[in-house]
């Protein structure tokens, strides 16, 4: 399994661009990229899934660089209520078994 | 759609009573995850089922643990009989995976489980 290194907290303040980088050296060539989201008393919520280059919705950006081997997750002028824990996850289609989640990334918004 | 339903929201339970946790997985999904959370081991995934079948139950921490899918809206996560160390909090989630991006699950409200 693709293991995922991300730092265990940031914070920042509103109206500023956020990234998150997420390293996963031994990402395999069929693992797709993932990002979900977490609010506290809530289940995770998807994001965003990238394979190679960038990735944009509505949402967030998704930056991975040629050699996969990690990826940056761009939230743009965050707000307070984009206080949440994010999980970086690798794996193949349809491999749900392979989507582990990690400690993931607590984002801390302040005023 | 009404999202993925779990309940009880919340359970309290004694040492030792049998609990049983329910999940109505989004219509048209055909794949159906239970996870658990807790601040120690973070989020851990229990049993995945697709089209009814459960395909990998190696998360199922004892046989204390059970969990069934009847039929294609309904499954459920049993425990039988409770500890303390169970106390966390249960997710249900859904996916299709005939869809784009079938990495894609939906999570339920989760189930709170406290016992005592």
């Known amino acids: 399994l693709a293991k995922t290194t991300q730092p265990i907290s940031m914070d920042s303040y509103e109206g500023q661009e956020v990234n998150i980088t997420c390293s996963h050296n031994?990402?395999?060539?069929?693992?797709?990229i993932t990002w979900y989201q977490q609010f506290p008393s809530q289940g995770p919520r998807f994001i965003i899934q990238?394979?190679?280059t960038k990735v944009t919705n509505e949402v967030a950006s998704l930056f991975i660089p040629a050699d996969r081997k990690s990826s940056t997750l761009s939230l743009p002028r965050v707000s307070l209520s984009d206080t949440a824990v994010y999980y970086c996850?690798?794996?193949?289609?349809?491999?749900?078994?392979?989507?582990?989640f990690g400690s993931g990334t607590q984002l801390t918004v302040l005023p | 759609d009404a999202g993925v339903i779990q309940s009880p929201r919340h359970e309290v339970t004694e040492m030792g009573q049998e609990v049983t946790l329910r999940c109505k997985p989004i219509?048209?999904?055909?794949?159906l995850f239970w996870y658990r959370q807790t601040m120690m081991r973070g989020l851990e995934l229990l049993i995945y089922?697709?089209?009814?079948?459960?395909?990998?139950d190696s998360g199922m921490p004892e046989d204390r643990f059970s969990a069934k899918m009847p039929n294609a809206s309904f499954s459920t996560l049993k425990i039988q009989p409770s500890e303390p160390r169970d106390s966390a909090v249960y997710f249900c989630?859904?996916?299709?995976?005939?869809?784009?991006?079938?990495?894609?699950?939906?999570f339920g409200p989760g189930t709170r489980l406290t016992v005592l």
């Open positions: 989630a859904s996916s299709s995976l005939a869809g784009a991006l079938d990495n894609e699950q939906f």
């Open positions: 031994n990402i395999a060539t069929n693992d797709y």
């Open positions: 990238g394979y190679k």
């Open positions: 996850l690798v794996g193949g289609l349809g491999s749900a078994r392979q989507l582990t």
């Open positions: 219509s048209g999904h055909n794949s």
């Open positions: 089922f697709n089209n009814n079948v459960p395909i990998d």
